[in-house]
């Protein structure tokens, strides 16, 4: 095992009707002013945006708002929200949302604080202070209610990057799951391979002796077959989505994911793909991480045998992985990249943005070290 | 799932001379003046002490040493520890050593910031303020690293009681496997046993629909009953002792065990045996577990076969609870009261102190409600 640094200073604050905390959590972390950044009109036309004004009144806290987060957030929004804080004063910023409009609140956290460029974070600089954030969550996927991470895809050259600092950590996270029950079946099944994703890019790694948090990732990712399909055949299954929720809080938290090396490839592949066709980020997931896990697999077969074994109860590498792609598909995922939108004649451009974007030059180093090369042929194999 | 609140905020610093950080964690958590304080002389000889030392100057902080923290840590030592305080100005203390180091550094932590008697806090009064603590673990087991929760024994009647808060959760834990290695075998396994008994008093719940911390929990067992027996065999297999650290940890976190009751009857039971024969907790919990789990077995029979089959892969409840029983015994634990310096005359003061000490008036409760007959047998059936 390597030595590592666990620091995960995020209040958790899980089940039903748990978003009428929200004034008394953001008074409790220091919050004065607050902005409810969110994403669409669901999160009012469900009524949940007026229990959370009730609660942020009853604590006395003002507050304003700014909606239209949309998935794959966008740069144009960040500096709308940065500009709007410091104009209203703004202390605090409580994402109300999916992992999109946590990420956009995170940007604009740091943001707010910092004369220069935001996306200067996200092109390596580190962020020096932020605003606090909190979250409620209203689609267990992305895992950013419980990390100190955020993407924002930048709309000149449809940039997808990321950032990482501990001050932008969420303060505290409500977690209801009655909230993910209105979800459509294709947004669930999109955050449960989001979820998985965020468990096989830890189990990837080329780290030696780590027992423990193999169990812990199969453990999660065993959550997952059994109580992903539950909620795919009944949304309003509490229970299904209860489990499926703390399963995706502490799949991101990184508690499985320490003192090991990680994979993260399959990530920086579909990013290309949703920053390019604006697809769901777990569509695209389940698109290229059949494709990808074939194309590496034999750098260690034990590991993708072991993991067949013990969450697929299948004996090898291949019918682990073959396994893993019927799951997907039996929740509704699709198979290839023609599906998501995407062409062959973009497979240059997208492998072009892949290895030579944010800084890299020439590859892409995960599990395995992959070239043009090899994404150019990962590419055409999900067509 | 019941609703919870999860929050861990323990910075773990994990790995291979991760001791040299003590000093610059001290400074980073506002500590400025240090009380050290550790067990008997293993940590001098060692040499840990010394380059604990080295690190506080190194950051240019003062410290005050006191040792003699013994197994089922004593009132006595709080006491003293908290006049030291008082009297050198301490203001943050650093634990060297395994749960009972730890624990004590917490009652003498809120003890020295409250006028009353420190021994209130044991008895159900909550703690209002504290000081800072830190650890340097030393031995995998108890869990105190990653939890508020304290247990000490009052010398007067020796009865053994626990207090929980917050504010003496460790700011920070240093966990270096290397540490462990020169553990008798004898300790190394009195602490995987605490460490399985802390996840079978989550795993034991009447909370429905919780696979997900099922799972987890399931996940750590099954690291203690793979990395044990190579502990055992090679004290010095530091991945398999890295581990078993993570493992223990983890096991005592909470983040397996939310949003469920838990049972801890085991430890009640054990807690008696401990405080009267001052035999190691971990070798008392070996005695007791296998006896409770068949004395409540009935109760979820399902739950008992569930954990048979998934970790111990054998059928039946009977089976599962006989496999776990057989485990501890081939790591050298104890199998009854006797071994323990247990008599068979003390049994109605072990079911006295039990079933109405700490508040309790004639039970106890936890997965099964247990009372002065159910307590007897139990204890008999141990002999």
């Not at 979250?135 to 997808?160: H, P, R």
């Not at 697999?297 to 590498?317: G, I, L, N, P, S």
Request: negative net charge.
């Amino acid at each position: 095992m390597d030595n590592f640094t666990f620091y995960s200073p995020t209040k958790f604050v899980f089940g039903k009707d748990t978003e009428s905390e929200a004034g008394s959590l953001v008074k409790a972390f220091g919050g004065s002013k607050v902005l409810i950044h969110y994403g669409g009109g669901s999160a009012v036309r469900s009524g949940l945006m007026g229990r959370v004004k009730k609660s942020l009144e009853a604590s006395g806290i003002p507050y304003c708002e700014l909606g239209g987060v949309k998935p794959n957030p966008r740069s144009g929004l960040v500096y709308e929200g940065i500009e709007l804080c410091r104009k209203e004063g703004i202390d605090f910023i409580l994402a109300v949302g999916g992992g999109s409009a946590i990420d956009s609140s995170k940007a604009i956290a740091a943001g707010t604080l910092y004369d220069g460029d935001f996306w200067d974070f996200y092109c390596g600089k580190p962020i020096e202070k932020a605003l606090g954030v909190g979250t409620i969550l209203t689609i267990a996927a992305a895992g950013s209610e419980g990390s100190g991470d955020s993407v924002i895809t930048k709309e000149e050259g449809m940039f997808k990057r990321g950032t990482g600092s501990e001050l932008i950590r969420p303060k505290f996270s409500i977690l209801n799951p009655a909230l993910t029950q209105s979800l459509p079946a294709y947004q669930t099944a999109c955050g449960i391979t989001d979820i998985m994703a965020h468990l096989y890019e830890r189990y990837l790694t080329n780290t030696k002796d780590v027992e423990v948090t193999d169990r812990l990732i199969e453990a999660l990712l065993l959550t997952m077959k059994n109580e992903g399909p539950k909620v795919i055949a009944n949304p309003d299954d509490y229970e299904a989505r209860a489990n499926i929720m703390w399963a995706g809080t502490m799949a991101h938290t990184n508690s499985c994911g320490v003192g090991r090396s990680q994979d993260w490839n399959s990530h920086n592949i579909e990013h290309e793909l949703s920053a390019l066709y604006d697809c769901a980020h777990g569509a695209g997931l389940a698109v290229t991480m059949p494709v990808v896990f074939r194309y590496v697999m034999d750098h260690d077969k034990a590991r993708f045998a072991q993991v067949a074994r013990r969450v697929w109860e299948v004996d090898t590498a291949e019918e682990g992985i073959e396994a893993f792609k019927n799951f997907l598909i039996s929740i509704g995922m699709p198979q290839t990249m023609g599906e998501l939108g995407g062409k062959e004649e973009d497979i240059p451009t997208l492998v072009k943005n892949l290895c030579y974007g944010d800084g890299r030059t020439g590859t892409i180093q995960g599990f395995v070290t992959l070239d043009e090369e090899d994404c150019t042929k990962i590419y055409k194999n999900m067509l």
